[in-house]
C-alpha cells in the first residue's frame, strides 16, 4: 500500500515557535529552533552515549550485531521521523522525545529495572520513565546555569505521556499507574513546571511511542533469528509476518531472507500506523495541538487487523525470546548483581563516588542517591564495578 508524504506543517502540529518554553529561560539560537536544540542536547548527553552499553536482549558481549540500547534507540526515532514526516508533523520533536525515551533504563533492561524497583520497594520503587525525566531535569550536569538539560515543556510532557495520560479527569492514576499510583519523580516535577498529566501528549510524542512498538516487534524478531532462539519457519504463523515471507522471492538464503522479512515488516507496518493515523486525525479535524491533547484517545496508533497482528507478535516473542531459559539464565544472573550493588552501597555510602555522596542520613534520600548511581551504569561497568566488591561476579553469557 503506497502512502503519499504528507506536504507542509500540519495544523495540529507541535510548533517550536510557540513551545510552552524551557523551565530556565534561555536566548534563542539563531540557527536551530528549540525542538532541534533538544534532540542536539541528548545526543550530547552522557545519558545518551551510556546507551552504547546497556541491554535490550541481550548482554554486549554476547556479539556486537545484537541491538543494545542505543541502537534500539537511533531506530525508534528514524522511524518516529518517518511517520511525523508522512503526517505532517514536527520532525524535530518527535525524534527528541524518540532519542530520550530510554534514558532512564539501567544496566541489564528490565532486569535491572525489576531489580532496582525491589529494592526501592519501600521508596516508591523504581520506573525507567520517571529515572529519564530525572535526568534530564536534574541528573544530567553539563551547564552552568541548570542542572538537566533544560528541555522545552513539549519534550518533557512526550516523556512523560507518550503512552498516553497518567491521570484522569478525577485525578486519579491512569493506566499503568493505576494500581502502584504515579512515581513520586513526576509528581514532584509536576508541582515545579506542570505537565497536564491528565491529556494526552502531543500527536508527534505519540508517533514515537508507536515508533518503540514497531521498533520492538522488528529488531527482537531479527535478534531472536540471529540468536537461533527460533526459525523463520516458527514465526510463518503469525499475521503479517506469514504473508510478508511469502512474498519473498525463492532461492535466497536464510540470512537475507531474514533480513528481508524485518524490513518488509517495519515497512507494513509504518504504512499501516500511517494510514490509520491519517484516518484517525480526519474523522477527528483538529486545527491546533490542544485539540489533539484533549482528545478521548490516540490519534496516532495501528488499525485494528494491525493491533492484532502487533498483540499475536508480542505474544510469540515473550515466551520463546524474552522468557527462553538462555535469556532468563543470564537475566536472573543480572538483576543478583543490581543487587548486590545495591545491598553494598546503601550500607556503605562511603564507597560511593564523592559526586554521588549525600550528608543526609534520612533513608528514602540515601536510597534514591544510590539508585541513582546504579541506575545509571552500563552493564560492563556494573560488572567491574561488582568485581571490585564482591569474591566472586557472575559469567553472564
Known amino acids: 500500500m503506497a502512502v503519499s ?80 514526516r508522512a503526517l505532517g508533523l ?42 529519564t525525566l530525572r535526568i534530564v531535569t536534574e541528573l544530567e550536569r553539563r551547564y552552568a546555569a541548570f542542572d538537566g538539560l533544560n528541555l522545552t515543556w513539549e519534550t518533557l510532557e512526550g516523556l512523560v505521556k507518550h503512552n498516553g495520560p497518567l491521570l484522569d479527569t478525577a485525578g486519579k492514576p491512569a493506566r499503568r499507574y493505576a494500581e502502584r499510583g504515579v512515581p513520586a519523580p513526576i509528581l514532584e516535577y509536576d508541582r515545579i513546571q506542570p505537565l497536564d498529566l491528565t491529556s494526552f501528549a502531543s500527536a508527534e510524542a505519540q508517533a514515537a511511542a508507536l515508533a518503540d512498538d514497531i521498533a520492538y516487534d522488528a ?21 503479517v509476518i506469514g504473508e510478508l515471507i511469502h512474498e519473498i522471492p525463492a532461492g535466497i538464503d536464510s540470512a537475507r531472507r531474514a533480513h528481508e522479512c524485518v524490513r518488509r515488516l517495519i515497512t507494513r507496518m509504518i504504512e499501516d500506523a500511517t494510514a490509520e493515523s491519517a484516518r484517525r486525525l480526519a474523522a477527528l479535524a483538529p486545527q491546533s495541538t490542544a485539540d489533539i491533547r484533549h482528545t478521548s ?23 520463546r525470546m524474552y522468557h527462553h531459559m538462555r535469556v532468563q539464565r543470564v537475566m536472573q544472573a543480572a538483576e543478583g548483581v543490581v543487587r548486590d550493588l545495591f545491598a553494598h552501597f546503601a550500607g556503605n555510602p562511603q564507597d560511593l563516588p564523592l559526586e554521588w555522596q549525600t550528608d543526609t542520613d534520612e533513608p528514602f534520600m540515601r536510597a534514591r542517591r544510590v539508585a541513582d548511581y546504579i541506575a545509571g551504569m552500563t552493564d560492563r561497568y556494573a560488572l567491574i564495578e561488582h568485581g571490585k566488591l564482591f569474591k566472586a561476579t557472575p559469567d553472564l553469557r
Open 90 to 131: 514536527d520532525e524535530d520533536l518527535a525524534e527528541a522525545t524518540a532519542l530520550a525515551h530510554d534514558l532512564g533504563h539501567p544496566p541489564f533492561g528490565h532486569a535491572g529495572e525489576r531489580a532496582l524497583d525491589d529494592c526501592l520497594a519501600t521508596c516508591g520503587g523504581f520506573d525507567h520513565n520517571a529515572q
Open 297 to 319: 484517545a490516540s490519534v496516532i496508533g495501528f488499525s485494528p487487523p494491525m493491533q492484532e497482528a502487533d498483540k499475536a507478535i508480542k505474544a510469540f516473542l515473550y515466551p
Open 219 to 239: 529488531h527482537d524478531i531479527d535478534d531472536g533469528l540471529r540468536a537461533d532462539l527460533f526459525t523463520l519457519d516458527d514465526i510463518e504463523g503469525l499475521p
Open 5 to 84: 508524504t504528507a506536504v507542509g506543517r500540519a495544523s495540529y502540529a507541535a510548533d517550536p515557535a510557540r513551545s510552552r518554553g524551557r523551565r530556565y529561560a534561555e536566548a534563542p539560537s539563531p540557527s536551530r529552533n528549540d525542538f532541534r536544540r533538544d534532540c542536539d542536547r541528548i545526543i550530547h548527553s552522557a545519558a545518551f552515549r551510556r546507551l552504547a552499553y546497556k541491554t535490550q536482549v541481550f548482554v554486549y558481549h554476547e556479539g556486537d550485531h545484537y541491538r543494545s540500547r542505543l541502537t534500539h534507540t537511533l531506530e525508534v526515532a528514524q522511524i518516529a521521523r518517518s511517520l511525523a
